[in-house]
């Protein structure tokens, strides 16, 4: 028997098939200007540390998220930022940091949780990241693991 016919991609005739970039609206600025405005963000949120103000560090690391596939040197800077956040709180300060995000972004906070995850080695222990997991399911609800895993926009 001719096994043939499954070497045939169907997908690609049809006409319903969604593609990735269809889910979501792509971010219109150039890569060159997400990655200054994540370098911008960096020396920002340092200064917030250093006057000790985790919530408004998380804020404005979390206010626009570089996403999409183009922004990848921008998604490492923040990604590198997040995780200094979040090896310099004490464990008692979480709550309350998290209690002062919006839902918007605690969700994104989620994303970066599961990313650190995935990437895991460097600056920052799996214990942490698993501490701030617990912390912000418990503010936040199961509802924001839903919406992070449901959400087709990557950080």
């Known amino acids: 028997m001719d096994g043939a016919f499954r070497k045939i991609d169907i997908d690609a005739y049809d006409e319903d098939v969604l593609h990735e970039e269809e889910l979501y609206d792509a971010d219109p600025r150039?890569?060159?200007?997400?990655?200054?405005?994540?370098?911008?963000?960096?020396?920002?949120?340092?200064?917030a540390l250093s006057k000790s103000d985790i919530a408004g560090a998380l804020s404005?690391?979390?206010?626009?998220?570089p996403y999409g596939p183009t922004f990848d040197d921008a998604k490492v800077?923040?990604?590198?930022?997040?995780?200094?956040?979040?090896?310099?709180?004490?464990?008692?300060?979480?709550?309350?940091?998290?209690?002062?995000?919006?839902q918007e972004e605690q969700d994104t906070l989620m994303k970066?949780?599961?990313?650190?995850?995935?990437?895991?080695?460097?600056?920052?222990?799996?214990?942490?990241?698993?501490?701030?997991?617990?912390?912000?399911?418990?503010?936040?609800?199961?509802?924001c693991i839903v919406r992070t895993m449901t959400d087709r926009r990557t950080v």
């Open 30 to 47: 150039e890569p060159s200007q997400v990655l200054d405005e994540a370098k911008q963000r960096q020396v920002a949120v340092r200064s």
């Open 77 to 102: 800077v923040t990604l590198q930022t997040v995780l200094t956040i979040l090896s310099s709180t004490k464990s008692t300060e979480i709550p309350n940091v998290l209690k002062a995000l919006s």
């Open 60 to 65: 404005i690391v979390l206010e626009n998220a």
């Open 112 to 143: 970066y949780l599961y990313k650190g995850m995935a990437v895991l080695g460097g600056d920052v222990s799996g214990s942490v990241l698993l501490d701030w997991h617990e912390k912000l399911t418990e503010v936040a609800g199961l509802g």
